[in-house]
């Protein structure tokens, strides 16, 4: 799916936060971050920093996996 931030820039890959199980949709290009897939626009994104931080974690690389480009 293209990122509608970053008009179709980037890619919204499924990730998952290696601590928490939690299953997050992150663009490639600008880190624009949704919890569902459902409510992937333009309105309803968060920061990939910000949210991680949220969560009490970096939101770096080494706190995620990837596990598919969606």
Do not use: N
């Not at 949704?34 to 994104?45: A, G, N, V």
Request: proline share 3%; hydrophobic share 35%; glycine share 8%.
């Amino acid at each position: 799916m293209q990122c509608p931030r970053c008009d179709g820039q980037g890619i919204v890959e499924k990730l998952r936060v290696r601590s928490t199980g939690e299953i997050l949709y992150v663009c490639d290009e600008c880190e624009a971050t949704w919890l569902e897939t459902e409510k992937i626009s333009i309105d309803s994104f968060r920061d990939f920093t910000t949210y991680m931080r949220s969560i009490g974690l970096k939101g770096l690389l080494p706190e995620i996996e990837i596990i598919t480009s969606e």
